[in-house]
């Protein structure tokens, strides 16, 4: 069964840029898509980006669309995102998310589909 652990996130100024990793072990990083979702106070989990397990193919969420960037390194069992241009209402945890698949690369928006969940990293962007 996989395992994901996330790390970078801190507190940072709007405007700033910070880089959230996320270490996977225990089954063959491969056969999974990943993604980010993030959870601010008082609000629902919400999509950020998603990629491919080959990293052929990403896709983001319309709010930090050309800001973020989702990358994977399928030889280190890691998948990264990038942050820029970072805005308050980007204060959120960030969790790391993985969907086992077989024979396609459906890049799911909602987080029923995965199955193997991070404990989150917290990033609190102040104004």
């Known amino acids: 069964q996989l395992q994901l652990v996330e790390s970078g996130g801190g507190l940072v100024q709007a405007g700033d840029s910070l880089r959230l990793s996320c270490a996977a072990s225990?089954?063959?990083?491969?056969?999974?898509?990943m993604a980010w979702f993030r959870q601010a106070p008082g609000k629902e989990r919400e999509f950020v980006a998603a990629?491919?397990?080959?990293?052929?193919?990403?896709n983001y969420a319309d709010s930090v669309k050309g800001r973020f960037t989702i990358s994977r390194d399928n030889a280190l069992n890691a998948v990264y995102l990038q942050m820029d241009s970072l805005k308050p209402e980007d204060t959120a945890v960030y969790y790391c998310a993985a969907e086992y698949r077989v024979w396609s690369d459906i890049l799911s928006s909602a987080p029923g589909p995965y199955e193997t969940w991070g404990r989150g990293t917290q990033v609190t962007v102040s104004s």
């Open positions: 225990g089954d063959t990083f491969t056969m999974y898509t």
């Open positions: 990629i491919s397990r080959r990293g052929t193919s990403s």
